[in-house]
C-alpha cells in the first residue's frame, strides 16, 4: 500500500511543477471514448497515470499499458496498440489485451481457479464535423480456463466479442461528450452509455453511466469515473 500512496504523492507533484504542456486536447486526441478505445495512440514519449492504469507511447503509432492496481489482486495484464492511420481526419488501430488470473495465489483453502485471456481489437476513427468523431471497434475474446466462458456471471464490468460505436464531441478545448453504444456477442446483451470528460494542462477526469442487459441478468447499471495525468514526452 505504502508504494501506491508513493506513486500518487508523486504524481501530484509532477502535475504541480509541469510546464510547457498543451492546453486541454489540444494536439493530443484522447485514446479511449468512455470504455472503448479509438484509433489514436499517444504521441511519442507521452505517458499517463490513473488510478491503476498506465499507458506509455513508444512511439508515435505504438503505445503500451497496463493496471497495475489489478497487479495486487493476482490479474497480470498488458495491452499493445498500434496505429497504422493517424491523420486529422481519420485514423485506425489494431492492439491486443492480455490477462492471466490465477486464483491459488489467493487462497489456502484449496479452491483453484485460473485463466488466460487474449483479446485482439481493431478500431476505426473518422471526423463527421470540426467538433465531432466516431469510432468503430470490434474485438474477440479468447478465454481459456478451467471452466467454459459460458459458465462465467455476468457483471456490469465483464466483456466479451463484441462490436462497439461510439461518439465524441468536443463541448470546448477542455470538455467533451463521450458516448458508447455496443453489442456483446458472447453474453448475448447490449451495452451503452455516455459521460463527460474534462482535460487540463495534466489532469483528466471522466464521469459517466453504463448499462449492460445481459442474457439471463436483469440491467446492470455501472457509474464510470476514471482519473488521470498526461504528460508530454
Given at each position: ?11 501530484f507533484?509532477?502535475s504541480s511543477?509541469?510546464?510547457a ?5 489540444d494536439?493530443r486526441p484522447?485514446t479511449n471514448n468512455?470504455?472503448m478505445?479509438?484509433?489514436n495512440t499517444?504521441n511519442a514519449?507521452e505517458f499517463s497515470?490513473?488510478i491503476?492504469?498506465?499507458?506509455y507511447?513508444i512511439?508515435?503509432?505504438v503505445q503500451l499499458?497496463t493496471?497495475?492496481?489489478?497487479f495486487?489482486?493476482q490479474y497480470?495484464?498488458a495491452?499493445l496498440?498500434?496505429?497504422f492511420i493517424?491523420?486529422?481526419k ?6 491486443l ?6 486464483l491459488n495465489a489467493?487462497?489456502?483453502a484449496?479452491?483453484?481457479?485460473s485463466?488466460?485471456s487474449?483479446?485482439?481489437y ?11 468523431r466516431?469510432h ?8 481459456e ?5 459460458d459458465e462465467v ?13 461510439g461518439v465524441?464531441h468536443?463541448l470546448?478545448q477542455k470538455?467533451?461528450?463521450?458516448g ?8 448475448e446483451?447490449l451495452r ?11 489532469f ?5 453511466l453504463?448499462y ?5 441478468v436483469g440491467?446492470?447499471?455501472l457509474?464510470?469515473?476514471?482519473l488521470?495525468?498526461r504528460?508530454?514526452g
Amino acid at each position: 500500500m505504502r508504494y501506491i500512496l508513493t506513486a500518487l504523492c508523486m504524481v501530484f507533484v509532477l502535475s504541480s511543477h509541469a510546464i510547457a504542456q498543451k492546453e486541454g486536447f489540444d494536439g493530443r486526441p484522447i485514446t479511449n471514448n468512455l470504455s472503448m478505445p479509438t484509433g489514436n495512440t499517444l504521441n511519442a514519449g507521452e505517458f499517463s497515470i490513473g488510478i491503476g492504469p498506465v499507458e506509455y507511447g513508444i512511439s508515435d503509432n505504438v503505445q503500451l499499458g497496463t493496471n497495475l492496481l489489478l497487479f495486487i489482486f493476482q490479474y497480470y495484464n498488458a495491452d499493445l496498440k498500434m496505429s497504422f492511420i493517424d491523420t486529422e481526419k481519420q485514423a485506425f488501430a489494431a492492439g491486443l489485451g492480455v490477462g492471466y488470473f490465477d486464483l491459488n495465489a489467493l487462497t489456502d483453502a484449496g479452491g483453484s481457479f485460473s485463466f488466460l485471456s487474449l483479446s485482439p481489437y481493431l478500431v476505426y476513427t473518422t471526423a463527421i464535423g470540426a467538433k465531432t468523431r466516431m469510432h468503430f471497434s470490434g474485438n474477440y475474446s479468447y478465454f481459456e480456463s478451467d471452466v467454459d466462458i459460458d459458465e462465467v456471471e455476468a457483471e456490469a464490468s465483464t466483456s466479451g466479442t463484441s462490436l462497439a460505436v461510439g461518439v465524441e464531441h468536443s463541448l470546448s478545448q477542455k470538455t467533451k461528450f463521450v458516448g458508447d453504444v455496443g453489442y456483446d456477442i458472447d453474453f448475448e446483451g447490449l451495452r451503452f452509455g455516455g459521460g463527460v470528460l474534462w482535460g487540463w494542462e495534466v489532469f483528466r477526469l471522466k464521469l459517466g453511466l453504463q448499462y449492460f442487459s445481459p442474457q439471463g441478468v436483469g440491467g446492470l447499471v455501472l457509474p464510470y469515473i476514471s482519473l488521470w495525468w498526461r504528460f508530454d514526452g
